[in-house]
């Protein structure tokens, strides 16, 4: 059987599942248990957090065959339909890709429709911040007034992006990011079901460079047990996540103080031998002479997510204060950054930025 990536594997299927969205999932139960739905939600906040997930949950616990309930059972057949996708009273929408008019008109002329098994017809629509402005004006007037069997669920990594008409006409739910040690404790887990032996310092690592999103954090343990053959340990993770780079960056850093040209050809020459992306480590060295940022602004600093241990860091990284808003334009330097399915080189900084070749030798 083809491998199923673990953030997929390990989706959680109830609202108990979820963590460390206990606001968002303890409020939409009571709502539910309550029977106070309400048609429109807003599911915002930082990638890789439980957003589609909960939508998804959201939507079983709406037409489960045992509900309205808070605890959809996961085996009748709109829990499975729901669960596998295929359900067709619960349409996704990636607004990313379709961002136009013509899908939202679509929307509207189905929306009308009774649902066909369930209760509630339920629209998660993803990405909501992509559409057009013409395409949300068209939701708008849906949102206004919308027949009583349609739920919408706009999810978003970029809330400030959505206009003020829209959000003012839902129910904001916002997403935090997920402590570290809620992410060890998660990997733990599913690294011990999975029978993979991580080091306990290799998952705070993976755990730390996951920036709060349980996704990425997941994905770079899928990555390591693929790798690694039995026992995950720090250093694995430091080169699967490239930090290593930073290490290189560290000591040529050293060797141009300490004026030793001599050493910044010895490391050049072992990196290329290593087959290592030189336009990383250059990149690396880049970073490194940036004026610092204003650290309320980005929390991360200017290095990216995760530095070298080496390093230190100034606090855990882990961010517990609603997201900025910045979302997947952040400007990330870490494999932190990468979603499930990326390379194994981390992002550079900033689109459009080059790396240059470095200044000729220095004249002795
Ligand atoms: N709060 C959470 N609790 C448990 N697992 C989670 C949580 N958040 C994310 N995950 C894991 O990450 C996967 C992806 O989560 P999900 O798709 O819900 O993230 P998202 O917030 O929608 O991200 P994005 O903004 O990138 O779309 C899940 O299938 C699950 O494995
Ligand atoms: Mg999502
Ligand atoms: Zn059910």
Redesign the pocket.
């Known amino acids: 059987m083809s491998h199923v990536s ?3 594997k ?3 299927q109830t609202f108990a ?5 206990d606001r968002v999932t303890r409020t939409l139960a009571n709502a539910i248990t309550a029977n106070r739905i309400v048609h429109a939600y807003l599911f915002s ?10 939508a998804r949950i959201l939507a079983k616990a709406l037409n489960c065959e045992r509900g309205p309930t808070a605890t959809p059972c996961n085996v009748c057949a709109a829990c499975r339909a729901i669960g596998g996708g295929v359900s067709l009273d619960v349409i996704e929408i990636d607004a990313a890709s379709n961002r136009g008019i013509d899908e939202i008109r679509d929307l509207r002329e189905k929306v009308k429709l009774v649902p066909v098994e369930g209760r509630y017809k339920v629209y998660i629509i ?1 990405e909501a911040h992509m559409l057009t402005a013409e395409a949300a004006n068209a939701l708008l007037k849906t949102l206004e007034e919308p027949p009583p069997h349609a739920v919408f669920i706009l ?1 978003t ?1 970029e809330p400030n992006r959505l206009p003020a008409t829209i959000t003012s006409r839902t129910q904001r739910f916002d ?1 935090r990011r ?1 402590p570290q040690a809620a992410i060890v404790d ?1 990997l733990r887990t599913i690294a011990a079901s999975e029978g993979i032996t991580v080091d306990d310092e290799a998952l705070q690592l993976i755990a730390r460079s996951a920036d709060g ?3 990425d954090a ?1 994905s770079v343990l899928d990555q390591l047990s693929a790798f690694c053959q039995g026992r995950v340990t720090k250093a694995d993770v430091l080169s699967v996540l490239g930090l290593i780079e930073e290490e290189v960056a560290q000591q040529v850093t050293d060797a141009v103080v300490a004026g030793d040209a001599a050493a910044c050809l010895e490391i050049a020459n072992r990196v290329i031998a290593e087959g290592r992306d030189v336009r990383q480590i250059l990149r690396s060295l880049v970073e490194r002479g940036d004026p610092p940022e204003d650290p309320d602004s980005d929390r991360r600093g200017s290095r990216g997510p995760v530095r070298h241990p080496a390093q230190g860091r100034s606090g855990d990284g882990v961010v517990e204060a609603e997201p900025s808003g910045n ?2 334009l952040d400007r990330r330097a870490g494999g932190a950054a990468r ?1 499930p399915g990326a390379s194994g080189v981390p992002r550079g900084r900033g689109k459009g930025r080059e790396c240059r070749a470095p200044p000729g030798p220095p004249k002795a």
């Open positions: 673990f953030y997929r390990w989706r959680p599942d979820v963590i460390g969205q906040g930082h990638r890789g957090t439980g957003k589609t997930t909960t993803d999810v990594t997403f997920i998660r999103a349980l996704r997941e979302g997947r979603g």
